[in-house]
T-cell receptor
Framework: DQQVKQNSPSLSVQEGRISILNCDYTNSMFDYFLWYKKYPAEGPTFLISISSIKDKNEDGRFTVFLNKSAKHLSLHIVPSQPGDSAVYFCAARQAGTALIFGKGTTLSVSS | KAGVTQTPRYLIKTRGQQVTLSCSPI?????VSWYQQTPGQGLQFLFE???????NKGNFPGRFSGRQFSNSRSEMNVSTLELGDSALYLC?????????????FGDGTRLSIL
């Protein structure tokens, strides 16, 4: 049973527009959420995180939103750039346990 | 600051053999976690080590084992290799285990079983 789901395998966006990547989770005990970006032949790179006591966290072009009642997490990238083209993973953790990852969304940003 | 280093980057083995993969964490990081990434399953958690002790374990058979040394470096061993063990094995380090801080990943070891 997948506890963290990324229902869109892929997303295509034009350069300069907003990219919105979505993630749903089922475990209400999750209290820490992260987004990673992965290029081919490289390991995942940490992008941004949010704890369950917040509903928004920003870092430059990246903003993560957390809707606890809907058990929904989203990553907004504004403006999108061609270099943002990669696979994006969301991950979640319950205190004291391991990170659980979604299966990823491939973002393609065209110029 | 050096990142997480995994060796070797690529490895080819045959069924029935065993393999040992190595991971050196970021300097100062004492927690090391291992993940298996396959196309169909995404990143699956194998185990986590802190202070030379296994703190958490995923749902993998006993053929998968690991250890951590006093300098925080970690090794992962897979015995009696099966075709299904072909995957990218990723190591991640963090300052402390299981807390609200990000894990930082190495570039992985690509293991192919023939």
């Amino acid at each position: 049973d997948q506890q963290v789901k990324q229902n869109s395998p892929s997303l295509s966006v034009q350069e300069g527009r907003i990219s919105i990547l979505n993630c749903d989770y089922t475990n209400s005990m999750f209290d820490y959420f992260l987004w990673y970006k992965k290029y081919p032949a490289e390991g995942p790179t940490f992008l941004i995180s949010i704890s369950s006591i917040k509903d928004k966290n920003e870092d430059g072009r990246f903003t993560v939103f957390l809707n606890k009642s809907a058990k929904h997490l989203s990553l907004h990238i504004v403006p999108s750039q061609p270099g943002d083209s990669a696979v994006y993973f969301c991950a979640a953790r319950q205190a004291g346990t391991a990170l659980i990852f979604g299966k990823g969304t491939t973002l393609s940003v065209s110029s | 600051k050096a990142g997480v280093t995994q060796t070797p980057r690529y490895l080819i083995k045959t069924r029935g053999q065993q393999v040992t993969l190595s991971c050196s964490p970021i300097s100062g990081h004492r927690s090391v976690s291992w993940y298996q990434q396959t196309p169909g399953q995404g990143l699956q958690f194998l185990f986590e080590y802190f202070s030379e002790t296994q703190r958490n374990k995923g749902n993998f058979p006993g053929r998968f084992s690991g250890r951590q040394f006093s300098n925080s470096r970690s090794e992962m061993n897979v015995s009696t290799l099966e075709l299904g063990d072909s995957a990218l094995y990723l190591c991640a380090s963090s300052l402390a285990p299981l807390g609200n801080q990000p894990q930082h990943f190495g570039d992985g070891t690509r293991l192919s079983i023939l």
